[in-house]
């Protein structure tokens, strides 16, 4: 009876330092994280904040660099909207590698790996801002607010970002954040994403905790109302406003035909948009939509869909203009550099899931209560030419922002604790 007792009371007294810690995880959690829908006004930088330069209500069109008449000169000047589930940890390890391989100046986040998200960006949020400072290269996961990034960057800045079928991105995105989107707890099949689809108004919540990642993600990451009416004057103004905006618009279908008409764009060498696939799921992990649910997701997120319609057309027109042969060799070319460099840096060859993977400097951030996505052994023994290369197009986001020098200092906190904790 005594040994029952002891048991019983240290049952409670872990319950009880249980609870406590986890009200002080959600109190801290509570002043890291912005709210959601933090309106335009009180994100905007205060009016004596003056830009680094004169800004253009809308960007200068950007033709070719290589059919310019006084050459090419590569474009140094970038702003990529990384939009969320589209390959976009792939394309931002090109950026950071092209940045740090020319000294550019970026503008990183304070304390996350996000301008925190999913508030509206402003400018008061970027490491070491001071009014009038002028950047090279924004690349960090937002929420687009255009008036405060166009006053960051250069009047002939580039401006990209890439989108993904919509319905495979709500699938991806489902199975990444669907365990911190609290409405999703209601679900209790087997299938949860299936489950979702039959009756998504049954469960959507568009005021709830992260709802913004179950509808429009694209439309939401745009700066845009996710859940405006289909119907509404509105969607087309804004899609013809990020076609005004972005002088290219990526798919990630179709992502080595992208880095091409990318490479013409900036003018950029062959080395500069070889590539590893980051952040990416194991198969096992990644269920595929049937034709049902594939219908009924893409009906879900009608406004993303609208918008990858309207950019999947203007992107084959892209192509045209390119040349469909031209096109067909620089992609043959750049699948051959990439393989060569797999050879050289990759052991083994292929990602591996992380329970594999060797070095913690190599280790992707994991979704909540998941080991899913892969990642890379590097090779021992690399020649001096290729190791730096090796390692860098082979670091994930976190290890590589830290060692560009960002203040990662809520982003490590969130680390350690859902270590302590095992998520």
Same mark, same amino acid.
């Given at each position: 009876?005594?040994?029952?007792?002891?048991?019983?009371?240290?049952?409670?007294k872990g319950l009880v330092l249980g609870a406590?810690?986890?009200?002080?995880?959600?109190?801290?959690?509570?002043?890291?994280?912005?709210?959601?829908?933090?309106?335009?006004?009180?994100?905007?930088?205060?009016?004596?904040?003056?830009?680094?330069?004169?800004?253009?209500?809308?960007?200068?069109?950007?033709?070719?660099?290589?059919?310019?008449?006084?050459?090419?000169?590569?474009?140094?000047?970038?702003?990529?909207?990384?939009?969320?589930?589209?390959?976009?940890?792939?394309?931002?390890?090109?950026?950071?590698?092209?940045?740090?391989?020319?000294?550019?100046?970026?503008?990183?986040?304070?304390?996350?790996?996000?301008?925190?998200?999913?508030?509206?960006?402003?400018?008061?949020?970027?490491?070491?801002?001071?009014?009038?400072?002028?950047?090279?290269i924004i690349c960090n996961h937002m929420r687009?607010?255009?008036?405060?990034?166009?006053?960051?960057?250069?009047?002939?800045?580039?401006?990209?970002?890439?989108?993904?079928?919509?319905?495979?991105?709500?699938?991806?995105?489902?199975?990444?954040?669907?365990?911190?989107?609290?409405?999703?707890?209601?679900?209790?099949?087997?299938?949860?994403?299936?489950?979702?689809?039959?009756?998504?108004?049954?469960?959507?919540?568009?005021?709830?905790?992260?709802?913004?990642?179950?509808?429009?993600?694209?439309?939401?990451?745009?700066?845009?109302?996710?859940?405006?009416?289909?119907?509404?004057?509105?969607?087309?103004?804004?899609?013809?406003?990020?076609?005004?905006?972005?002088?290219?618009?990526?798919?990630?279908?179709?992502?080595?035909?992208?880095?091409?008409?990318?490479?013409?764009?900036?003018?950029? &060498? $062959?080395?500069?948009? =070889? @590539?590893?696939?980051? #952040? *990416?799921?194991?198969?096992?992990? +990644?269920?595929?939509?049937?034709?049902?649910?594939?219908?009924?997701?893409?009906?879900?997120? &009608? $406004?993303?869909?609208? =918008? @990858?319609?309207?950019? #999947? *057309?203007?992107?084959?027109?892209? +192509?045209?203009?390119?040349g469909r042969e031209r096109m067909a060799r620089?992609?043959?070319?750049?699948?051959?550099?990439?393989?060569?460099?797999?050879?050289?840096?990759?052991?083994?060859?292929?990602? +591996?899931?992380?329970?594999?993977?060797?070095?913690?400097?190599?280790?992707?951030?994991?979704?909540?209560?998941?080991?899913?996505?892969?990642?890379?052994?590097?090779?021992?023994?690399?020649?001096?030419?290729?190791?730096?290369?090796?390692?860098?197009?082979?670091?994930?986001?976190?290890?590589?922002?830290?060692?560009?020098?960002?203040?990662?200092?809520?982003?490590?906190?969130?680390?350690?604790?859902?270590?302590?904790?095992?998520?």
């Amino acid at each position: 009876m005594l040994l029952q007792k002891k048991r019983w009371e240290s049952m409670a007294k872990g319950l009880v330092l249980g609870a406590l810690f986890t009200s002080f995880l959600l109190l801290l959690y509570s002043y890291a994280v912005p709210p959601l829908h933090t309106g335009l006004a009180s994100t905007r930088t205060s009016e004596g904040a003056a830009p680094c330069s004169p800004a253009p209500s809308e960007p200068e069109p950007v033709t070719s660099a290589n059919g310019s008449a006084q050459g090419c000169q590569p474009r140094r000047d970038i702003v990529f909207m990384k939009t969320h589930k589209t390959a976009s940890s792939t394309l931002l390890n090109i950026l950071f590698r092209f940045g740090q391989k020319h000294g550019l100046k970026f503008a990183f986040p304070n304390g996350r790996n996000d301008f925190d998200y999913p508030a509206f960006f402003a400018r008061s949020l970027v490491q070491d801002y001071r009014p009038g400072a002028c950047f090279n290269i924004i690349c960090n996961h937002m929420r687009f607010h255009y008036d405060e990034v166009r006053g960051l960057v250069p009047p002939n800045a580039t401006f990209i970002t890439v989108l993904r079928d919509p319905a495979r991105l709500f699938e991806s995105s489902f199975h990444y954040f669907g365990s911190v989107v609290p409405f999703t707890w209601k679900l209790s099949g087997q299938d949860k994403l299936a489950e979702f689809l039959q009756d998504p108004d049954r469960y959507y919540d568009p005021h709830g905790y992260n709802a913004h990642y179950l509808r429009n993600l694209l439309f939401f990451d745009l700066g845009y109302d996710s859940d405006l009416d289909p119907s509404s004057p509105q969607v087309q103004e804004h899609i013809l406003e990020v076609e005004r905006r972005f002088h290219l618009v990526l798919l990630q279908e179709y992502f080595d035909e992208s880095l091409v008409l990318l490479k013409d764009l900036l003018c950029w &060498e $062959l080395e500069d948009v =070889l @590539y590893f696939k980051l #952040n *990416a799921r194991r198969a096992s992990a +990644v269920p595929r939509l049937s034709g049902e649910l594939y219908r009924r997701a893409t009906a879900w997120n &009608e $406004l993303d869909a609208r =918008l @990858y319609r309207h950019f #999947n *057309a203007s992107f084959w027109r892209k +192509v045209e203009a390119f040349g469909r042969e031209r096109m067909a060799r620089e992609v043959a070319a750049l699948r051959r550099a990439n393989e060569r460099m797999r050879r050289i840096c990759i052991d083994g060859g292929d990602a +591996v899931d992380a329970t594999a993977i060797q070095d913690a400097a190599m280790q992707p951030w994991q979704p909540l209560g998941a080991k899913s996505i892969m990642g890379y052994n590097l090779k021992k023994s690399i020649g001096r030419r290729h190791a730096q290369l090796c390692r860098r197009m082979l670091t994930p986001e976190i290890q590589y922002l830290t060692d560009l020098g960002v203040n990662l200092w809520v982003t490590k906190l969130w680390k350690v604790i859902r270590d302590f904790l095992q998520w």
